[in-house]
């Protein structure tokens, strides 16, 4: 959004695929923790892994919400140093400083549109993103507690992890990039396209999954 603003959508394309490139590297530790865990039948252990993961990522969306504006600023500067000439990590640490080729600038104004409007005008959006982030935050954790409880069928289980995933990329293939791309081409609503994915982050994995696993652990456990 923020690049959106500075007229350089491809390099906010390239920032997003350096963000999630750091997001991978984060959670690489996860796979290995959570079948050490299946593997010993351990499942107080695992449930508490999936839950404080869980609020650790609802925590994250819940300061990104209230620090937005300043989150946003910051990758605005980060595009314009980028686009001075400056190197990709001199860009970001010339933002820090809250500068731009060494001089202070000001970013676009920020439109204050309430939550609950953001959300009715992109109900759908909404919906799909948070199919999306509950696809893509709980299928790690749902396919290896389901190898748990069928444990004789555990490396056929642990196969469909693809699958699950395949469910939530087909959603943001061909539904939700789209029209967040329509949103970024045309710089309309983006703060409403903000908030709404956002919350959509937000109650999947402050609400959605909380449920889902508290259920499976009802039925299972």
């Known amino acids: 959004m923020a690049a959106a603003k500075a007229s350089l959508n ?27 865990f299946v593997m010993r039948q351990d499942a107080s252990s695992l449930f508490l892994a999936v839950f404080g993961s869980l609020f650790l990522g609802a925590s994250a969306a819940m300061f990104i919400f209230l620090r937005r504006i300043a989150i946003q600023r910051y990758f ?18 010339s933002a820090c400083r809250g500068s731009q080729s060494g001089q202070k600038v000001q ?9 609950p409007e953001a959300m009715r005008h992109n109900l759908q959006l909404f919906l799909l993103a948070s199919w999306v982030y509950l696809v893509f935050g709980s299928s790690i954790f749902l ?19 693809g699958f699950f995933n395949g469910l939530g990329t087909l ?26 994915v956002i919350a959509a982050q ?11 696993f508290g259920a499976v652990f009802l039925v299972f456990f």
């Open 10 to 36: 491809a390099f906010g394309a390239a920032i997003e695929k350096i963000m999630n490139t750091i997001k991978r590297l984060s959670i690489f530790s996860f796979p290995p923790a959570i079948g050490y």
């Open 76 to 93: 605005f500067l980060v595009a314009l140093n980028f686009d001075s000439g400056q190197g990709i990590f001199r860009a970001f640490i």
């Open 107 to 115: 970013s676009p104004p920020n439109v204050t549109v309430s939550l």
């Open 143 to 161: 396919v290896n507690i389901l190898a748990m409880v069928f444990f004789e069928a555990a490396p056929v289980i642990l196969q469909t992890l």
């Open 171 to 196: 959603v943001l293939a061909f539904f939700v990039d789209p029209r967040i791309a329509r949103f970024l081409d045309k710089k309309e609503k983006l703060e409403e396209l903000t908030l709404v």
């Open 202 to 212: 937000g109650i999947s994995v402050g609400l959605y999954s909380p449920f889902l």
